[in-house]
């Protein structure tokens, strides 16, 4: 009995403190999805509503772009991504997964689009403004300046080989802010990586008023960059 008893008492141990874990990682894991609002309550892919206007970044990105690449680019995706999960959950019922590596490609591709859409919009604001407080003094020590980030990932995206992204993350494993190349919308990652700013290079986003002058978008897309939106983002990774 006696060994009984130690093993429920240690099972127990090892439940609470599993629990403990858990709900420190749900606590984190809450204010994120706070933050990005990715499904509903029965779990299936949402887009949240644009958080302005389709006129309220111009100048310096157009109406109609923000229209089409909301409606058009981002929208598709989520739907997408909902048909992936559907098909793997029939493959799975039927026990038949001969298009498992189509759906998990569909998957990684169109889900990544829906998550990284859904932070650009919140990235960007009618109001111009500057990092400030932690946020800066974090790009400072990874960056050495917010002159050295900005021409960092401004090169970085402009330089983005095809379709994709220039991505600001934070990388809980390491305590680091980083820089990374995305190619389409999942690839060049590092796993475990937070996005808190990205800036998206695909042409959709900037060809009808900027055409070739990619550069020319980005710099102009730096002028409207919502700094609170990536503090807030700052906060929820780093603690
Ligand atoms: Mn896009």
């Given at each position: 009995?006696?060994?009984?008893?130690?093993?429920l008492?240690?099972?127990?141990a090892?439940?609470?403190?599993?629990?403990?874990?858990?709900?420190?990682?749900q606590?984190?894991?809450?204010?994120?999805?706070?933050?990005n609002?990715?499904?509903?309550n029965?779990?299936?892919?949402?887009?949240?509503p644009?958080?302005?206007?389709?006129?309220?970044?111009?100048?310096v990105?157009?109406?109609r772009?923000v229209?089409?690449?909301?409606?058009?680019?981002?929208?598709?995706?989520?739907?997408a991504?909902?048909k992936?999960?559907?098909?793997?959950?029939?493959?799975?019922?039927k026990?038949?997964?001969?298009?498992?590596?189509?759906y998990?490609?569909?998957?990684?591709?169109?889900?990544?689009?829906?998550?990284?859409?859904?932070?650009?919009?919140?990235?960007?604001?009618?109001k111009?403004?500057?990092?400030?407080g932690?946020?800066?003094?974090?790009?400072e020590?990874?960056?050495q300046?917010?002159?050295?980030?900005k021409?960092?990932?401004?090169?970085?995206?402009?330089?983005v080989?095809g379709?994709?992204?220039?991505?600001?993350?934070?990388?809980?494993?390491?305590?680091?802010?980083?820089?990374?190349?995305?190619?389409?919308?999942?690839?060049?990652?590092?796993?475990?990586?937070?996005?808190?700013?990205?800036?998206?290079?695909?042409?959709?986003?900037?060809?009808?008023?900027?055409?070739?002058?990619?550069?020319?978008?980005?710099?102009?897309?730096f002028s409207?960059?919502?700094?609170d939106?990536?503090?807030?983002?700052?906060e929820?990774?780093?603690?």
């Amino acid at each position: 009995m006696s060994s009984r008893r130690d093993f429920l008492q240690s099972s127990a141990a090892i439940a609470g403190s599993l629990a403990l874990t858990s709900n420190l990682a749900q606590a984190g894991g809450k204010q994120r999805m706070a933050i990005n609002k990715l499904t509903d309550n029965a779990g299936k892919y949402v887009l949240a509503p644009l958080p302005y206007a389709y006129d309220a970044l111009e100048p310096v990105i157009d109406a109609r772009t923000v229209e089409l690449h909301y409606n058009f680019h981002h929208k598709p995706a989520v739907a997408a991504a909902n048909k992936a999960e559907d098909a793997l959950a029939s493959a799975r019922a039927k026990n038949d997964f001969s298009l498992v590596k189509h759906y998990e490609k569909e998957l990684a591709f169109q889900l990544s689009s829906h998550i990284l859409h859904t932070i650009y919009w919140t990235n960007l604001s009618p109001k111009e403004g500057i990092p400030v407080g932690r946020l800066l003094k974090a790009l400072e020590q990874n960056f050495q300046s917010f002159d050295q980030f900005k021409s960092h990932i401004i090169a970085a995206t402009v330089g983005v080989e095809g379709a994709g992204w220039g991505i600001l993350g934070y990388l809980p494993s390491s305590g680091k802010l980083m820089i990374l190349q995305c190619e389409n919308h999942h690839k060049l990652t590092a796993w475990g990586i937070i996005p808190i700013l990205v800036l998206d290079v695909w042409e959709h986003a900037y060809y009808l008023k900027y055409q070739n002058k990619r550069a020319e978008y980005i710099n102009g897309l730096f002028s409207i960059i919502n700094w609170d939106n990536v503090a807030l983002r700052y906060e929820s990774a780093t603690t």
